[in-house]
Protein backbone atom coordinates (compact mmCIF):
# COMPACT_ATOMS: atom_id res chain seq x y z
CA UNK A 1 0.00 0.00 0.00
CA UNK A 2 2.91 2.86 0.21
CA UNK A 3 3.70 2.27 -3.08
CA UNK A 4 -0.01 3.97 -3.99
CA UNK A 5 0.33 6.55 -0.77
CA UNK A 6 3.61 7.83 -2.71
CA UNK A 7 1.88 8.04 -5.88
CA UNK A 8 2.57 5.22 -7.82
CA UNK A 9 0.66 3.48 -10.49
CA UNK A 10 1.02 -0.24 -10.73
CA UNK A 11 -0.22 -2.24 -13.46
CA UNK A 12 -0.14 -6.27 -13.39
CA UNK A 13 -0.71 -8.77 -16.73
CA UNK A 14 -3.06 -10.92 -14.57
CA UNK A 15 -5.46 -10.98 -17.19
CA UNK A 16 -3.43 -12.45 -20.18
CA UNK A 17 -2.40 -14.90 -17.72
CA UNK A 18 -5.80 -15.87 -17.49
CA UNK A 19 -5.61 -17.04 -21.38
CA UNK A 20 -3.14 -19.92 -21.26
CA UNK A 21 -5.24 -21.16 -17.63
CA UNK A 22 -8.49 -21.08 -19.50
CA UNK A 23 -7.01 -23.12 -22.70
CA UNK A 24 -5.69 -25.86 -20.29
CA UNK A 25 -8.85 -25.70 -18.62
CA UNK A 26 -11.18 -26.15 -21.52
CA UNK A 27 -8.41 -28.76 -22.97
CA UNK A 28 -8.63 -31.34 -20.22
CA UNK A 29 -12.64 -30.76 -19.60
CA UNK A 30 -12.48 -32.16 -23.22
CA UNK A 31 -10.43 -34.78 -22.63
CA UNK A 32 -12.45 -35.55 -19.29
CA UNK A 33 -15.33 -35.65 -20.64
CA UNK A 34 -14.16 -37.73 -23.24
CA UNK A 35 -13.73 -40.45 -20.86
CA UNK A 36 -10.26 -40.96 -21.41
CA UNK A 37 -9.28 -42.03 -18.33
CA UNK A 38 -11.52 -45.23 -18.47
CA UNK A 39 -10.64 -45.96 -22.35
CA UNK A 40 -6.87 -45.55 -21.66
CA UNK A 41 -6.95 -47.99 -18.54
CA UNK A 42 -9.33 -50.13 -20.90
CA UNK A 43 -7.17 -50.21 -23.65
CA UNK A 44 -4.06 -50.87 -21.79
CA UNK A 45 -5.47 -53.91 -19.99
CA UNK A 46 -7.38 -55.80 -22.77
CA UNK A 47 -5.79 -54.49 -26.13
CA UNK A 48 -8.94 -54.15 -27.09
CA UNK A 49 -9.84 -54.91 -30.60
CA UNK A 50 -11.50 -51.82 -32.18
CA UNK A 51 -15.17 -54.02 -33.16
CA UNK A 52 -15.21 -54.84 -28.92
CA UNK A 53 -13.80 -51.50 -27.75
CA UNK A 54 -16.31 -48.55 -28.49
CA UNK A 55 -19.44 -50.28 -27.41
CA UNK A 56 -17.75 -49.97 -23.40
CA UNK A 57 -18.43 -46.59 -22.99
CA UNK A 58 -22.03 -45.14 -23.77
CA UNK A 59 -22.01 -41.90 -21.28
CA UNK A 60 -18.63 -40.75 -22.35
CA UNK A 61 -18.91 -37.44 -24.75
CA UNK A 62 -18.38 -34.15 -24.68
CA UNK A 63 -21.90 -33.57 -26.31
CA UNK A 64 -24.99 -33.03 -23.86
CA UNK A 65 -21.86 -33.32 -21.04
CA UNK A 66 -22.58 -31.71 -17.86
CA UNK A 67 -20.12 -29.10 -16.92
CA UNK A 68 -19.58 -27.69 -13.06
CA UNK A 69 -17.61 -24.45 -12.55
CA UNK A 70 -16.64 -23.56 -9.00
CA UNK A 71 -16.29 -19.88 -9.10
CA UNK A 72 -16.39 -17.04 -11.22
CA UNK A 73 -13.39 -15.44 -11.94
CA UNK A 74 -11.22 -13.69 -15.03
CA UNK A 75 -10.30 -17.45 -15.88
CA UNK A 76 -14.32 -19.11 -15.41
CA UNK A 77 -15.73 -16.17 -17.62
CA UNK A 78 -13.00 -17.54 -20.27
CA UNK A 79 -13.13 -21.26 -19.96
CA UNK A 80 -17.59 -20.66 -20.17
CA UNK A 81 -17.23 -18.39 -23.36
CA UNK A 82 -15.32 -21.01 -25.05
CA UNK A 83 -17.63 -23.75 -23.57
CA UNK A 84 -20.65 -22.40 -25.18
CA UNK A 85 -18.93 -23.28 -28.62
CA UNK A 86 -20.13 -26.81 -27.75
CA UNK A 87 -23.54 -29.07 -26.70
CA UNK A 88 -23.23 -28.83 -22.95
CA UNK A 89 -24.65 -27.58 -19.79
CA UNK A 90 -22.89 -25.71 -17.86
CA UNK A 91 -23.47 -24.88 -14.30
CA UNK A 92 -21.96 -22.17 -12.23
CA UNK A 93 -21.18 -22.03 -8.39
CA UNK A 94 -20.28 -18.45 -6.96
CA UNK A 95 -21.80 -16.18 -4.79
CA UNK A 96 -20.94 -13.25 -7.41
CA UNK A 97 -23.62 -14.51 -9.88
CA UNK A 98 -27.14 -13.77 -10.34
CA UNK A 99 -29.77 -14.87 -11.96
CA UNK A 100 -29.55 -12.11 -14.79
CA UNK A 101 -26.07 -13.00 -14.79
CA UNK A 102 -26.23 -16.41 -15.65
CA UNK A 103 -28.61 -15.86 -18.65
CA UNK A 104 -26.18 -13.88 -19.85
CA UNK A 105 -23.38 -16.22 -19.53
CA UNK A 106 -25.45 -18.80 -21.06
CA UNK A 107 -25.22 -20.99 -17.67
CA UNK A 108 -26.71 -22.59 -14.58
CA UNK A 109 -26.48 -21.36 -11.48
CA UNK A 110 -26.57 -24.25 -8.88
CA UNK A 111 -24.83 -25.06 -5.57
CA UNK A 112 -21.59 -26.68 -4.81
CA UNK A 113 -23.21 -29.67 -3.78
CA UNK A 114 -25.29 -30.16 -6.74
CA UNK A 115 -22.45 -29.59 -9.13
CA UNK A 116 -20.67 -32.51 -7.02
CA UNK A 117 -23.40 -34.31 -7.69
CA UNK A 118 -24.32 -34.18 -11.14
CA UNK A 119 -21.79 -32.65 -13.22
CA UNK A 120 -19.82 -35.07 -15.09
CA UNK A 121 -16.33 -32.61 -15.26
CA UNK A 122 -16.11 -30.07 -12.16
CA UNK A 123 -13.40 -27.57 -13.02
CA UNK A 124 -12.31 -25.79 -9.56
CA UNK A 125 -11.19 -21.44 -10.47
CA UNK A 126 -11.62 -20.26 -7.24
CA UNK A 127 -9.28 -17.79 -5.51
CA UNK A 128 -7.37 -19.13 -2.82
CA UNK A 129 -7.95 -16.91 0.41
CA UNK A 130 -8.45 -18.05 4.14
CA UNK A 131 -11.77 -18.04 3.59
CA UNK A 132 -11.90 -20.70 0.99
CA UNK A 133 -8.71 -22.77 2.75
CA UNK A 134 -9.88 -26.31 2.41
CA UNK A 135 -13.44 -25.08 1.00
CA UNK A 136 -13.79 -28.47 -0.91
CA UNK A 137 -13.20 -31.69 1.33
CA UNK A 138 -14.35 -35.27 2.47
CA UNK A 139 -18.27 -35.02 1.78
CA UNK A 140 -18.04 -33.00 -1.36
CA UNK A 141 -15.60 -35.82 -3.52
CA UNK A 142 -17.85 -38.33 -1.83
CA UNK A 143 -21.27 -37.11 -3.92
CA UNK A 144 -19.01 -37.14 -7.37
CA UNK A 145 -20.66 -39.19 -9.75
CA UNK A 146 -19.09 -42.51 -10.59
CA UNK A 147 -16.73 -41.66 -13.10
CA UNK A 148 -16.66 -37.92 -12.85
CA UNK A 149 -13.53 -36.10 -13.27
CA UNK A 150 -12.21 -32.88 -10.84
CA UNK A 151 -9.77 -30.51 -12.30
CA UNK A 152 -7.61 -27.90 -10.20
CA UNK A 153 -6.11 -25.29 -11.94
CA UNK A 154 -6.90 -22.73 -9.10
CA UNK A 155 -4.38 -23.60 -5.91
CA UNK A 156 -3.90 -26.87 -3.84
CA UNK A 157 -4.86 -25.40 -0.51
CA UNK A 158 -9.13 -25.11 -1.87
CA UNK A 159 -8.98 -28.63 -1.53
CA UNK A 160 -8.64 -30.79 1.51
CA UNK A 161 -5.61 -33.11 -0.48
CA UNK A 162 -5.98 -35.77 1.88
CA UNK A 163 -9.90 -36.02 1.48
CA UNK A 164 -9.36 -35.70 -2.26
CA UNK A 165 -6.60 -38.61 -2.55
CA UNK A 166 -8.87 -40.77 -0.36
CA UNK A 167 -11.58 -40.88 -2.57
CA UNK A 168 -9.53 -41.45 -5.48
CA UNK A 169 -7.92 -43.90 -3.98
CA UNK A 170 -10.82 -45.64 -3.98
CA UNK A 171 -10.60 -45.53 -7.67
CA UNK A 172 -13.92 -44.31 -8.50
CA UNK A 173 -13.64 -40.79 -9.51
CA UNK A 174 -11.27 -38.94 -11.58
CA UNK A 175 -8.64 -35.81 -11.50
CA UNK A 176 -6.32 -33.50 -13.18
CA UNK A 177 -4.73 -31.75 -11.10
CA UNK A 178 -2.15 -28.86 -11.48
CA UNK A 179 -1.65 -27.18 -8.35
CA UNK A 180 -0.66 -28.93 -5.38
CA UNK A 181 -0.98 -28.47 -1.28
CA UNK A 182 1.98 -28.28 -0.93
CA UNK A 183 3.62 -27.00 -4.05
CA UNK A 184 5.70 -28.52 -5.48
CA UNK A 185 3.91 -32.03 -4.29
CA UNK A 186 5.66 -34.31 -2.11
CA UNK A 187 7.72 -37.13 -3.32
CA UNK A 188 6.47 -39.82 -1.33
CA UNK A 189 2.37 -38.68 -2.04
CA UNK A 190 0.36 -40.80 -4.01
CA UNK A 191 -1.17 -38.81 -6.52
CA UNK A 192 2.15 -39.58 -8.36
CA UNK A 193 1.01 -42.88 -9.10
CA UNK A 194 -2.59 -43.15 -9.37
CA UNK A 195 -3.77 -44.41 -12.49
CA UNK A 196 -7.09 -41.93 -12.31
CA UNK A 197 -5.10 -38.88 -11.91
CA UNK A 198 -3.25 -36.36 -14.24
CA UNK A 199 -0.77 -34.76 -12.79
CA UNK A 200 1.22 -31.35 -13.74
CA UNK A 201 3.71 -28.93 -12.53
CA UNK A 202 1.15 -25.91 -12.37
CA UNK A 203 1.99 -25.96 -15.96
CA UNK A 204 -1.40 -24.36 -16.59
CA UNK A 205 -0.08 -20.53 -16.02
CA UNK A 206 2.25 -18.70 -18.95
CA UNK A 207 4.84 -20.75 -20.14
CA UNK A 208 7.28 -20.44 -23.04
CA UNK A 209 6.21 -18.40 -25.97
CA UNK A 210 3.07 -17.89 -24.08
CA UNK A 211 4.96 -15.13 -21.97
CA UNK A 212 5.75 -12.98 -25.00
CA UNK A 213 2.10 -12.19 -24.44
CA UNK A 214 2.90 -10.48 -20.45
CA UNK A 215 5.84 -8.72 -22.11
CA UNK A 216 3.88 -7.44 -24.72
CA UNK A 217 0.97 -6.22 -22.02
CA UNK A 218 3.56 -4.74 -20.01
CA UNK A 219 5.23 -3.24 -22.69
CA UNK A 220 1.82 -1.57 -23.50
CA UNK A 221 0.87 -0.39 -20.74
CA UNK A 222 4.02 1.40 -19.94
CA UNK A 223 3.19 3.15 -23.90
CA UNK A 224 0.13 4.18 -22.38
CA UNK A 225 1.10 5.52 -19.16
CA UNK A 226 3.50 7.51 -21.12
CA UNK A 227 1.09 8.97 -23.59
CA UNK A 228 -1.20 9.71 -20.49
CA UNK A 229 -3.88 7.04 -22.11
CA UNK A 230 -6.02 4.44 -20.09
CA UNK A 231 -3.09 1.26 -18.90
CA UNK A 232 -5.17 -1.55 -19.61
CA UNK A 233 -3.41 -3.58 -16.87
CA UNK A 234 -3.95 -1.06 -14.27
CA UNK A 235 -4.24 -2.54 -10.54
CA UNK A 236 -6.10 0.45 -8.37
CA UNK A 237 -5.97 0.83 -4.75
CA UNK A 238 -9.74 -0.40 -3.76
CA UNK A 239 -8.92 -3.32 -6.55
CA UNK A 240 -5.88 -4.40 -4.73
CA UNK A 241 -7.54 -4.08 -1.26
CA UNK A 242 -9.87 -7.40 -2.96
CA UNK A 243 -7.22 -9.27 -4.17
CA UNK A 244 -6.48 -12.93 -3.33
Given at each position: ?????RG?R???Q???N????????????I?????????R??????R?????????F??????????????L???????????????????????????????????TA?????????????????A????????????????M???A?????????I??????????????I??I??????E????????????????????AG??????????????D????Y???????????????????
Open positions: MQAYEVISSTQLAEPVAEYSLAMILAAKGIFASRRYLENAKEETFWGNPDVGLYGARIGIIGSRISRRVIDRLNAFHVDIKVSSHHLNEAQARELGVASIENIMRTCDVISLHTSTPQTYHMLGAEDFAKKDGTFINTARGACDQDALIAELQRDRNAIDVTDPVNVPDSPLWNLPNVVLTPHASMGKELHRLGDGAVDLAHIAGSKVSGEILVDQYAGRA
